[in-house]
């Protein structure tokens, strides 16, 4: 790991190279593999702009630290097994038979042979789990359409017997304007009426010419009352029928108003009630599953221990041959473990010494471009000299 002590440190470098580095920011020919930087505007006179730029945090931010990392943590893996090989020299070999193989097939077997069952009964859970919300959302629905059903008949009829009593109360009304108008009328006419009643009365017998022209009279004005009154009473009739027609369609829009109101209001019930279902069913699912994974690694750990100690059992008989062949397996594995770490270890210090000079070419062209005198990578003499690390690190990600 990069934190070991055991290991070499890019702090290590970066101080070591900080002692006496430092970046001319003008006037300097660009570097190779840099890239162009515009010549810094011209200024007035002024002190020279000195920065410091923290090398071992902008290394660690570097692109390629990643790979130091990885080198650390082989070259760390490697001196432990060197250890660990180190110390059983010192000490009587234990048993050491590599039972992974072994073990892992066992593992996949009772996986195969177990993992089916307890899928199954996970199955038959949810399968039961997801009937029983259904046969409860069924009927909640329908105690909803049921209970909807009571309501609306309520309001229907409530509302029938109200439009039913307006219809009659307009009805009562104009049948009294009818009487009314007929009552007027009937009086209009009347002394009309009387007069060639009197007239017809009085005309003799043997005038006939003038009984017809009086009785004509009468007939005439008897048909013209008559039709007011039944003109009336037609308008009456025809305004009643408009009325009821009128408010029947009201009747018949506040239903249907009501209807999609109440399925709505149904709808959005039921959609509660199957969100509740789900989450619960969810809840319940996931313990039950929590249940079944418990009981099927506590399966699997008692299976695969006593399946261990067969293995083990039987691998105590060839310990005796492999401890005569261990001592000389060490020393190669020794060396070979030498001859890695020390690989690793120079392939790491080159690496960092690649990231090292690409800092410092990106840190270069950085202080051409913003017009920087001086970039030191430690400010003991400078302390007040501003961080520009992080423009750096900026700088290399792009």
Request: glycine letters at 4%; aromatic letters at 4%.
């Amino acid at each position: 790991m990069a934190g070991s002590k055991s290991l070499p440190r890019i702090t290590a470098a970066a101080a070591a190279a900080a002692a006496a580095l430092a970046f001319a920011g003008c006037g300097g020919a660009r570097l190779p593999g840099a890239r162009p930087a515009p010549p810094p505007p011209l200024q007035a006179d002024r002190g020279p702009r000195i920065v410091v730029v923290d090398l071992d945090r902008a290394s660690r931010a570097h692109p390629r630290w990643a790979e130091v990392d990885a080198l650390d943590r082989r070259i760390q893996g490697l001196l432990g097994q060197m250890s660990a090989v180190m110390a059983s020299a010192n000490a009587p070999a234990p048993p050491s038979i590599d039972l992974t193989p072994q073990l892992r097939a066992a593992a996949q077997h009772e996986s195969a042979q177990l993992v089916p069952e307890f899928r199954r009964r996970m199955d038959a859970e949810a399968a039961d789990a997801q009937a029983a919300a259904r046969r409860e959302l069924d009927a909640y629905a329908a105690k909803i359409r049921a209970d909807q059903q009571a309501e609306f008949d309520a309001k229907r009829i409530e509302l029938q017997a109200a439009i039913q009593k307006t219809i009659e109360d307009k009805s009562t009304a104009l049948q009294a304007d009818s009487a009314q108008f007929q009552q007027q009328t009937l009086e209009q006419y009347r002394l009309p009426l009387l007069n060639l009643r009197l007239k017809l009365d009085a005309v003799s017998p043997s005038d006939k010419k003038e009984g017809d022209r009086i009785s004509q009279q009468l007939q005439a004005l008897t048909k013209e009352r008559d039709d007011k009154v039944a003109a009336h009473e037609r308008a009456n009739q025809e305004a009643l029928a408009a009325f009821e027609k009128q408010q029947r369609q009201a009747f018949a829009d506040q239903l249907q108003a009501l209807q999609a109101d109440l399925t709505k209001q149904g709808q959005r019930l039921v959609d509660q009630k199957a969100a509740d279902l789900s989450a619960r069913i969810h809840t319940a699912l996931s313990a039950k599953q929590a249940r079944f994974n418990a009981e099927l690694n506590a399966r699997m750990q008692a299976d695969l221990q006593a399946r261990q100690q067969s293995l083990i059992s039987n691998a105590r008989v060839q310990i005796a041959a492999a401890q005569s062949q261990s001592r000389d397996t060490l020393q190669v594995r020794v060396a070979s473990l030498r001859a890695q770490i020390s690989e690793a270890q120079a392939e790491r210090a080159r690496l960092l010494g690649t990231i090292m000079a690409d800092l410092r070419v990106e840190a270069a062209v950085l202080a051409q471009q913003r017009g920087w005198d001086l970039v030191l990578t430690r400010a003991v003499a400078f302390p007040d000299a501003p961080d520009v690390t992080a423009d750096l690190i900026t700088r290399i990600h792009k």
